[in-house]
């Protein structure tokens, strides 16, 4: 009795090993059925599970059985021992299966002899309430063996068996959900990042877009140029959502952002042990964007010390860590971007001449601002509504003298600055037109060759006057007494304003 006990002790505490060492359910449950064999000899067991589609029970793992008897051990509910089981819900003992005619023998994997006792143990497999599957071993027996003690047991474990179940269903629908999720932002970003996605009809930003189409297709190394703030990362990101290696990861460094000994490591990764701190190998960038694109931004500011190494990474396709001698291949594809003049760079001595030549293959130029005056408005009507969403406002339109100081004013900070803008704005804005006064100072000018004045209380007022007037005349369609009433004053009143600010309806 103490043995058997015993035997039941190791048993539980390998089951329970089994869960806890592996997530994969066929491997846990091939581990439940050998130890079942190990500790208390119950051979050739088996557990089904019922397929609700086709009402069929199928043999999910099995213990002692070829893969050819585990192919036909196959039920429908009600049919055989294991498709009583699997109906009714309720375990089946059968002493001797030489004289059971409910026992099929379908599997064909015990040969039975004279004199000869095999007893068949089968209980259901119970989640929620419902039977899902069944559990079923066999063993050698006797005329006076007590078989309860084995059916208790195999209940117990069955009881564990479904919780496998239920857990490997929810990994299942876990990962499913990370796999769709995954998809559906990977989409998502081909999506935001599309080149068709891009603001701006200029005939500048038109051969920008000519490029990318010519481009992104090969295999070719980038090199993007313009002033800060003009969207280069928006045409690297165009460039690989565009590309071949869209499902490959895009990998982003900014050169300026890092110390020069943390961007080596950054970039090609380290051995452990390779410098103080370094406890364990790390990957580079380089190796995780194998397959897909590289985008190193702000190039032109890349160490010298370094440039050496990055030449034979872009040339080559290969690097060693820091610390370590294996050389490591990778198939990525290399954008590069910078604001500043590398001519300038190579003539002083801060940038390698045959690195210029390895990174400006296919050169785009991002023009600035100033020279697109015509996506002005273009870029201030998207962010508008982009920031208006964003801040549940309920924002139409940008008013006439608000439109002329934007065209008017020369963007330094380019694109940048004008998103900026437009967000302070929105944020400002209490009505559903962006108005002067919700606009930046340094956009409150005239003409770019007057002297930016102080304006004076009565300047201001007139000014603010004769801008809502405008957007009333604008909003009724030029008709002066309905503009009237919006105003809330009479129409000979706004016939004055109109003569005393110089206004024209009829091209409003």
Partial sequence: MKVKLAGEVQLLSDISKAFAESLHLEATL??????????????????TLLDPETETINIKVAHGLSE?????????????????????????????????????????????????????????????????????????A?????????????????????????LNKLVKSD????????????????????????????????????????????NATVLIRGESGTGKDLVAHAIHYNSPRVDKPF???????????????ELFGHEKGAFT???????????????????????GDFPPSLQVKLLRAIQFKEFERVGGIETIKTNMRIIVATHKNLEEQIKEGFFREDLYYRINVFPIYLPPLRERKDDIMFLADYFLEKY????????????????????????????????????????LCDGDVIRSEHLPPSLQMIKKTEQVASRSMAETIANMERELIVDALKKCGGRQRRAARELGITERILGYKIKKYNIYPKYI
């Fill in 30 to 47: 091939k581990s439940i059925l050998k130890s079942l064999d190990t500790h208390l000899k119950l051979q050739r067991g088996t557990i």
């Fill in 68 to 140: 050819k008897s585990k192919k036909l051990g196959s039920y429908k509910v009600g049919e055989g021992i294991t498709g009583l089981v699997v109906q009714s819900g309720r375990e089946i003992v059968v002493p001797d299966i030489s004289k059971d005619p409910r026992f099929l023998h379908r599997t064909g994997s015990r040969k039975l002899t004279e004199g000869k006792q095999i007893a068949f143990f089968c209980v259901p497999i119970k989640l929620e309430g419902k039977t899902i599957g069944a559990l079923s071993v066999d063993r050698k």
């Fill in 142 to 166: 006797g005329d006076k063996d007590d078989f309860d003690a084995n059916i208790r047991l195999l209940n117990v474990i069955s009881t564990m068996v479904a919780q496998a179940v239920k």
């Fill in 175 to 218: 990962r499913k959900e990370l796999q769709d999720e995954n998809i559906r932002l990977r989409q998502e970003l081909k999506t935001r990042f599309s080149m068709h996605n891009m603001v701006g009809s200029s005939s500048t930003m038109q051969e920008v877009y000519r490029l990318i189409e010519q481009v992104a297709g090969s």
């Fill in 251 to 265: 990998v982003k460094v900014n050169c300026t952002a890092m110390p020069e000994t943390l961007l080596e490591s």
């Fill in 277 to 299: 701190g370094a406890v364990e190998r790390k990957m580079g960038r380089f190796e995780r964007a194998h397959g897909g694109t590289i985008f190193l931004d702000e190039i």
């Fill in 388 to 427: 208006a969403a964003e801040n549940n406002k309920n924002i139409t339109r940008i008013s006439t003298p608000s439109i002329e100081m934007l065209t008017r004013y020369h963007w330094p900070g380019n694109v940048r600055e004008l998103e900026n803008c437009i967000e302070r704005a929105v944020l």
